[in-house]
């Protein structure tokens, strides 16, 4: 298949989380000569495949098949790619379906290599991400397996395709705040504690609060207010509590101890309980390593555009690779329609996409 093809084959396959389409089956008979190992778990379907060239080191591709739902307001279907004008429409279409299919048609393209190449792929990356990236990691790990470096074909670019590649990630901390006041009536607030009126003041202070001024890789880390209730969707009772989830997308300066601090600074006067969650870390690849240079070097020579390295944006299964000590970036389209109605892109991006990761693959 050419590259074009193989995209519209995966996007014309429903794999909704943590449905694969049976696409990991398509793709490890697609990929002939490889070793297939399956690592499935509960619902989720994974697949580590790789192919051994010489002696040398270990690169991966790491991505996932899986998709979020349609949802409504498609002017075509969602699930048979169309295209026009240029574009290929379907869910998917640039997270990550895209990726998917130039690593994958470059990898098959490949005859000689200095070393291995593998893909690692998920149907779990939307959903939880429990049983998906990190088991397989776990399997590399004990089997001595582990890539030395790894390519995430997420979205990356932003205005032009190959003006941003991301070189780390900001983590993400959860935060549920409990304000325990005293309910009553509303005709007689001097013998309640209404927590609502207790935070109105406080929330000045501390929403889109910048926690730290961020670094040359990493923007600031700011404390986002996601959701606030309190009360019974009555006129006449005086809330009794108060229930606040916020968001911190953290860089390496912040962390669950300072905002703790913050928290316990700002709600010293206050009857409260803090619960936080923190469902990725912060990380940052050097830009002199050698995946960074050599995936710069094969933008600008497919593109004549010189990357930025960037940090921004939400999370990826790369959270999950670079504690292990895996050199890990992430390249792809353009991000601009992802989980929306008519998700599109380029014809002319997936074909610059495969060139890139051919380019790498010849180079590394």
Same mark, same amino acid.
């Given at each position: /298949?050419?590259?074009?093809?193989?995209?519209?084959?995966?996007?014309?396959?429903?794999?909704?989380?943590?449905?694969?389409?049976?696409?990991?089956?398509?793709?490890?008979?697609?990929?002939?000569?490889?070793?297939?190992? &399956?690592?499935?778990?509960?619902?989720?379907?994974?697949?580590?495949?790789?192919?051994?060239?010489?002696?040398?080191?270990?690169?991966? !591709?790491?991505?996932?098949?899986?998709?979020?739902?349609?949802?409504?307001?498609?002017?075509?279907?969602?699930?048979?790619?169309?295209? +026009?004008?240029?574009?290929?429409?379907? =869910?998917?279409?640039?997270? /990550?379906?895209?990726?998917?299919?130039? $690593?994958?048609?470059?990898?098959?393209?490949?005859?000689?290599?200095?070393?291995?190449?593998?893909?690692?792929?998920?149907?779990?990356?939307?959903?939880?991400? +429990?049983?998906?990236?990190? +088991?397989?990691?776990?399997?590399?790990?004990?089997?001595?397996? /582990?890539?030395?470096?790894?390519?995430?074909?997420?979205?990356?670019?932003?205005?032009? !395709?190959?003006?941003?590649?991301?070189?780390?990630?900001?983590?993400?901390?959860?935060?549920?705040?409990?304000?325990?006041?005293?309910? *009553?009536?509303?005709?007689?607030?001097? +013998?309640?504690?209404?927590?609502?009126?207790?935070?109105?003041? @406080?929330?000045?202070?501390?929403?889109? !609060?910048?926690?730290?001024?961020?670094?040359?890789?990493?923007?600031?880390?700011?404390?986002?207010?996601?959701? @606030? &209730?309190?009360?019974?969707?009555?006129?006449?009772?005086?809330? *009794?509590?108060?229930?606040? /989830?916020?968001?911190? =997308?953290?860089?390496?300066?912040?962390?669950?101890?300072?905002?703790?601090?913050?928290?316990?600074?700002?709600?010293?006067?206050?009857? $409260?309980?803090? &619960?936080?969650?923190?469902?990725?870390?912060?990380?940052?690849?050097?830009?002199?390593?050698?995946?960074? =240079?050599?995936?710069?070097?094969? @933008?600008?020579?497919?593109?004549?555009?010189?990357?930025?390295?960037?940090?921004?944006?939400?999370?990826?299964?790369?959270?999950?690779?670079?504690?292990?000590?895996?050199?890990?970036?992430?390249?792809?389209? &353009?991000?601009?329609?992802?989980?929306?109605?008519?998700?599109?892109?380029?014809?002319?991006?997936?074909?610059?996409?495969?060139?890139? !990761?051919?380019?790498?693959?010849?180079?590394?």
């Amino acid at each position: /298949m050419e590259v074009i093809e193989l995209f519209k084959h995966f996007i014309n396959s429903k794999s909704e989380t943590p449905d694969d389409g049976g696409l990991l089956d398509f793709i490890e008979n697609y990929l002939e000569g490889f070793t297939a190992i &399956r690592i499935d778990r509960e619902e989720v379907k994974n697949l580590f495949i790789y192919k051994k060239f010489s002696e040398g080191e270990h690169l991966c !591709f790491a991505g996932h098949v899986d998709v979020v739902p349609a949802g409504e307001g498609w002017n075509s279907d969602p699930y048979s790619a169309l295209e +026009k004008d240029g574009y290929i429409y379907g =869910r998917g279409t640039q997270d /990550m379906k895209s990726g998917l299919a130039a $690593f994958v048609q470059a990898v098959k393209d490949t005859q000689t290599f200095n070393g291995t190449l593998s893909l690692l792929l998920t149907s779990d990356e939307e959903g939880p991400a +429990k049983n998906g990236t990190v +088991k397989v990691l776990e399997y590399l790990k004990e089997y001595h397996l /582990m890539p030395d470096s790894c390519v995430v074909a997420e979205p990356t670019c932003e205005d032009d !395709f190959g003006d941003a590649i991301k070189v780390g990630r900001r983590g993400s901390i959860n935060g549920y705040l409990t304000i325990k006041g005293k309910q *009553g009536h509303a005709a007689y607030p001097e +013998k309640a504690i209404n927590p609502v009126h207790q935070i109105a003041s @406080i929330l000045p202070n501390i929403a889109g !609060f910048n926690l730290d001024n961020g670094d040359e890789v990493f923007s600031p880390s700011k404390f986002v207010i996601t959701d @606030i &209730r309190a009360g019974m969707q009555v006129t006449n009772v005086s809330p *009794g509590k108060l229930e606040m /989830m916020f968001n911190v =997308r953290n860089s390496t300066k912040s962390n669950q101890e300072s905002i703790t601090a913050f928290i316990n600074k700002h709600f010293a006067e206050v009857d $409260f309980e803090l &619960r936080l969650d923190q469902s990725a870390y912060p990380f940052v690849t050097d830009s002199n390593t050698k995946v960074v =240079r050599k995936i710069d070097a094969a @933008i600008e020579k497919v593109t004549g555009i010189k990357p930025k390295h960037s940090t921004a944006g939400g999370t990826s299964d790369a959270r999950f690779i670079a504690p292990c000590g895996v050199e890990v970036i992430e390249f792809g389209v &353009r991000n601009d329609t992802i989980h929306a109605p008519n998700e599109r892109t380029t014809v002319k991006e997936v074909e610059s996409l495969h060139k890139v !990761f051919s380019t790498l693959i010849e180079s590394f």
